[in-house]
């Protein structure tokens, strides 16, 4: 079937079976390798893109099902060289280590932090419990939350 | 089925690995026997493998020009066999060169695990990157620091000692002449000062003079990752790359009788493969691949093996030790006489590392050349390992190692990069192989399960005379005792472990200091003394006396301790392991609602000589304790019948976010000593501390991970 995406502002339309992965399309005809593969099941988070806003994990999203919609990856989300702030409060917490779950793990965020502009420790730690990062950096990453999310009520 | 060869070489310079071994016609095997499709095991001794030249003699010998290079721009690239996957080379690495070069961080270039431009530090592994490659980094700066400075001596004509360098700017005292490393970076003299060897009496800037080494730099190319710009391993794509991928068999042992090529030929632009027990395709897309991969697995047609299942894995191993006699206590005579007598058996699971990018790898094929882009520790073993099974030469093979996913010991070997090969080669096209999750969780390599045998006797002051410890087929890291007991003997015996094993973050001691540090505890209880009383009262080395009082100090210990209460408990655990010290004070209750442990509080200390790089050692540390919270409480790969139950992260369940307790982590510095690596060691204190606060709530002592509330 004809697809029609709107990835990262860009209009994009292919043909392709309607079951596959819109990870794959992603990564594979459009070369936006910053969304992750990690598990092909939904449960760990790598591959999480933004749909109309809201978080989508797309290793089980056929691409069909988002037939028409605006995407957002990791690689649309900063403004030019301006990084959006929770990208600036990874880098000011230093809160990446092997930085695979990376990608996943600040769209999370800038999905969490406009349902919870103000989170408690729990908020956080329940939002993101479907984002894996292997190397548990999950103490800084906590600290990089609660510093975008400051940085974004200002 | 493999054998496992009885670890005897020092602990810290070993690092585990069990190759798949593949049979494809082409080579001539002598000691292969059948595992299952598409993978080889040998027969033998396990590879136990020892740093190489590079990462065991510091690269001694090695010229200046093997190890920097000054472009004509100034630009200093360092060169290393070192790989980045989250652990921080990348900033260490650069740190060290920064600091004997007298410039900033940033000026620094790094190239990293790529065997046709770097020298071989060894495998990057055994926390060996800062005692075994921050050194001869250091050196090779500080060796092209003075020739330099020689260069400018020599075209001003002036005296050594009148010339000062600072942020990369050559200063004359007196005449204020100026020159930078890239103003001397065109002269010939440089090449040829550079070709000279790194003399490895050149003196280091002290620690107290340091301003690189010893700051929170932090890693260079993070700002690529929160862009999704940096290319991982999996990221790599090539012009006309195909995307593999290779038939498993449904079972450990398994061994492919017939297959059906025809419907994945069938389809169009695919390649499918058959090489004697390899099954492979290669397609434009993922999704084709599988699809075709599918067609023809529905054709396979396997005989299968008998296979031991988990649940009696402990058992098997005992049944398969494969030196009998040495399980005997060779203190039985001196136990018959001591005041209390205590033994005790521990089982360790086979746990899986899981790392979140999966084995991955890009094969390209060019003029009899194999260039491979893949993610692994061991890129000049991986070299060697692509090479024997293509039958070329090492300079042949071409292996880059981009900034990857993770390992934790797990990415020593070459099986994705081998299977890419030969796909690229049947397809002359190049071919990307990346593992599934379920292939991860059921081929990679495995932490070894363990038997842990201890036996002890104290006299009548409560004092700690005979010991005997053996560890049981999970290898040699951490068995000897740091306690000193007159009569005492550790040992690893090997056995024949039904899965394919190899290393993990801080490898066997994970399970040898859990056994023992709970079993300290049961014999304090025994001797009726106070867990931290009865350790200090054994333990003579300082620095793990430091961590253990100065954790216990932090963690109010003496008056937590004395509370009692039956659904939660305190408890502390201490170790040693590859020259760092840690010690560990937890806090744990248990859930009412699902009868789960909760660890509420983790109070660790710290110590690996003089710190380089005070932010990546707190991520380091953060990481071995959360980390470490799986095998503690639930991680274990189940498995029947050769089939792994739980291959998923929604069976397997590793840390998430809910998981992190409240932390209170020091780093102790000592400026004074030799700085060694801190990726693993933090991790082994942890499950016994858990153990023993859930011995200290219920009076019932733990022996086995995961760590079971007592019913």
């Not at chain 2, 020009?65 to 630009?75: I, P």
């Not at chain 2, 001869?136 to 005296?159: F, G, Y």
């Not at chain 2, 002359?428 to 045998?453: D, M, N, S």
Request: hydrophobic content about 40%; some cysteine.
């Amino acid at each position: 079937m004809n697809v029609s995406l709107n990835v990262n502002g860009q209009q994009r339309t292919l043909s392709t079976d309607p079951q596959r992965p819109l990870l794959e399309v992603l990564r594979e005809e459009f070369q936006l390798t910053g969304t992750k593969y990690g598990c092909g099941e939904g449960q760990c988070g790598a591959c999480t893109v933004l749909v109309d806003g809201r978080r989508l994990l797309s290793c089980v999203t056929p691409v069909s099902r988002v037939d028409g919609k605006t995407i957002t990856t990791i690689e649309g989300l900063a403004q030019g060289d301006a990084l959006h702030p929770v990208q600036e409060a990874f880098l000011a917490e230093g809160a990446i280590h092997c930085g695979y779950c990376t990608p996943g793990m600040v769209l999370s965020t800038v999905a969490l932090l406009k349902e919870k502009p103000n989170p408690t420790d729990a908020d956080i730690q329940s939002g993101l419990a479907g984002q894996l990062c292997r190397c548990c950096g999950y103490p800084k990453i906590l600290k990089a939350v609660h510093h975008a999310a400051e940085q974004l009520r200002k | 089925m493999t054998s496992f060869a009885p670890f005897g070489i020092a602990p810290v310079d070993v690092e585990s690995m069990e190759p798949m071994r593949f049979s494809f016609g082409f080579s001539r095997r002598g000691f292969v026997q059948t595992l299952g499709a598409g993978l080889m095991i040998a027969a033998g001794p396990l590879p136990a493998l020892a740093q190489r030249s590079g990462g065991r003699t510091g690269g001694r010998g090695q010229t200046v020009a093997a190890r920097l290079h000054l472009g004509k721009d100034g630009t200093i690239t360092v060169l290393t066999g070192k790989i980045e996957m989250g652990q921080g080379a990348r900033a260490e690495l650069s740190q060290a060169a920064a600091e004997e070069l007298r410039v900033p961080v940033d000026r620094i270039r790094m190239i990293m695990g790529d065997t046709s431009q770097v020298p071989d530090d060894g495998i990057t592994a055994g926390s060996r990157t800062t005692p075994g490659t921050v050194p001869p980094v250091r050196q090779a700066a500080a060796t092209a620091r003075n020739l330099l400075i020689d260069l400018a001596c020599q075209r001003w004509s002036v005296d050594r000692n009148t010339v000062e360098v600072r942020d990369g700017l050559i200063t004359h005292a007196t005449t204020q002449k100026k020159l930078t490393y890239a103003d001397l970076a065109d002269a010939e003299e440089v090449a040829k000062a550079f070709a000279q060897a790194v003399p490895s009496d050149v003196s280091l800037t002290p620690v107290k003079e340091w301003k690189v080494l010893g700051t929170s730099v932090p890693r260079p190319n993070q700002r690529d990752l929160v862009i999704g710009a940096h290319q991982f391993p999996s990221d790599i794509s090539r012009p006309g790359m195909l995307y593999g991928k290779v038939l498993r068999p449904p079972a450990y042992g398994a061994k492919l009788i017939s297959i059906d090529l025809a419907p994945a030929k069938a389809m169009k632009d695919v390649i499918a493969l058959q090489d004697g027990q390899f099954v492979g395709v290669a397609a434009p897309t993922t999704h084709l691949a599988r699809q075709a991969l599918d067609a023809i697995a529905a054709t396979a047609k396997w005989e299968t093996a008998p296979h031991p299942s988990s649940k009696e894995i402990f058992d098997y191993l005992k049944e398969h030790v494969q030196s009998r006699n040495d399980l005997k206590n060779p203190f039985e005579a001196d136990l018959a006489k001591a005041a209390k007598v205590l033994k005790q058996t521990y089982r360790v699971p086979y746990v899986q590392h899981a790392p979140l990018e999966t084995r991955v790898a890009v094969a390209e094929w060019a003029d009899g050349k194999l260039t491979v882009w893949t993610c692994t520790q061991n890129p000049f073993g991986y070299q060697g390992e692509l090479a024997r099974t293509f039958r070329l030469a090492n300079d042949k093979v071409r292996v880059l190692v981009p900034d990857f996913g993770s390992g934790y010991g797990g990415k020593h070997t070459g099986e994705a990069a081998i299977e890419a090969a030969r796909l690229a080669q049947a397809a002359a096209r190049p071919v990307i192989v990346k593992w599934t999750r379920t292939e991860e969780f059921t081929w990679a390599y495995f932490r070894p399960a363990a038997v842990i045998e201890i036996e002890a006797g104290l006299d009548d002051k409560g004092g700690l005379k005979i010991w005997h410890f053996v560890n049981l087929n999970a290898g040699g890291s951490g068995v000897d005792t740091p306690y000193r007991i007159p009569q005492a003997r550790s040992r690893a015996l090997s056995s024949n472990s039904p899965l394919r094993q190899g290393s993990y973050r801080a490898l066997a001691s994970t399970g040898s200091n859990f056994a023992r540090e709970c079993f300290m505890d049961e014999l304090a209880a025994a001797a009726g003394v106070d867990p931290l009383e009865f350790r200090l009262a054994h333990l003579e080395n300082p620095r793990l006396r430091a961590v253990l009082e100065e954790a216990a100090k932090r963690f109010g210990w003496t008056e937590r301790s004395r509370k009692q209460s039956p659904n939660a408990g305190v408890g502390l655990a201490c170790g040693t392991e590859k020259g760092s010290f840690v010690a560990a004070c937890v806090d744990v209750a248990r859930d009412p609602d699902t009868g789960d442990i909760r660890v509420r509080q983790v109070c660790e200390v710290f110590e690996c000589g003089a710190i380089l790089n005070p932010n990546n050692l707190l991520s380091q540390v953060q990481s071995c304790i959360v980390m470490g919270l799986g095998p503690a409480l639930r991680e274990q790969m189940e498995f029947e019948n050769g089939r792994m139950l739980n291959a998923s992260f929604g069976k397997y369940r590793v840390p998430r976010f809910k998981d992190l307790p409240e932390l209170d982590i020091h780093l102790l510095n000592r400026p004074d000593l030799p700085s060694a690596g801190g990726g693993e060691t933090p991790l082994i204190a942890l499950a016994p501390a858990i153990a023993n606060a859930v011995f200290h709530a219920t009076g019932k002592a733990v022996h086995e991970l995961p760590i079971r509330w007592p019913a």
